[in-house]
């Protein structure tokens, strides 16, 4: 450990390594994602299973952009009304299908659906049933490509409980969610730690205010709120910071499903 002296002389020679920090690492952006699915090579017309569809943005995106078809599913009955609205408004209502339902038990035929999109879900849903359902949902030859948050080691036990707590975390670990792939028959082609890339892009690009959500940050902590509506907006809060402080990890799998013999 330097002594107080030794730091500010290093504070007082920084001036190479400021003017470093200045020029961009050129990150990847959320938009990325889309490309990643695309270089799996989906065809035209084929089913695109996206899990989680909240108000089908994805699915309407894909559809756009590749010329499968999909299905929108996800649990909410407000997300489901929401998705079929942004699908009526965007005419595709004969290339998507909303489905209420979860990843955990989805009302869809064994090997019924081409691809599986899977983005911001799987960290809260139990990965054993969840991949599971995913397995039973693809075809032999699938692929399915999965964004999730994981806790990494700079994620100090009390945050992680604190964050756990906050906004319903049930798989936050990737040995977990790995072992769980492979129970269910997912062979895993690619993983990608994004890190901090979307949140360093979304910075760049203005599209994310991180001094706000800090400024939000010390009204919770000094405002007083009480209750699991506060405890949410925390989670909330946080979840971008973690994300530039390396305390959790965006990251893109990809997992297939064996060809049948």
Request: charged share 25%.
């Amino acid at each position: 450990m330097p002594t107080v002296q030794e730091l500010y002389e290093l504070w007082a020679d920084e001036a190479g390594l400021n003017e470093a920090l200045e020029r961009s690492l050129d990150p990847r952006g959320t938009d990325w994602l889309y490309d990643a699915f695309a270089a799996l090579q989906p065809g035209a017309g084929e089913l695109v299973a996206d899990l989680g569809a909240r108000d089908a943005k994805h699915s309407i995106e894909l559809v756009r952009r590749l010329g499968v078809r999909a299905l929108a599913l996800d649990p909410l009955p407000l997300h489901c009304d929401m998705a079929r609205a942004a699908i009526a408004e965007a005419g595709l209502g004969e290339d998507i299908d909303v489905v209420e339902a979860s990843i955990e038990s989805m009302p869809l035929d064994d090997a019924s659906v081409d691809w599986i999109w899977c983005r911001d879900v799987l960290v809260h849903v139990d990965a054993d049933r969840g991949l599971a359902e995913c397995a039973r949902i693809l075809r032999p030859g699938g692929s399915m490509l999965a964004y999730v948050t994981l806790a990494t080691e700079k994620l100090e036990p009390r945050e992680r409980a604190e964050l756990v707590d906050a906004i319903a975390i049930e798989t936050f670990d990737a040995d977990v969610l790995e072992r769980a792939a492979a129970a269910a028959g997912l062979e895993q082609r690619s993983v990608d730690p994004l890190g901090s890339e979307w949140r360093e892009s979304m910075l760049e690009h203005g599209t994310w205010n991180a001094g706000e959500d800090l400024l939000h940050l010390a009204r919770l902590r000094r405002g007083g709120f009480d209750g699991a509506g506060p405890e949410a907006a925390w989670g909330g809060l946080v979840w971008g910071i973690y994300q530039l402080l390396g305390k959790t990890c965006p990251t893109v799998y990809v997992w297939s499903k064996a060809s049948s013999n």
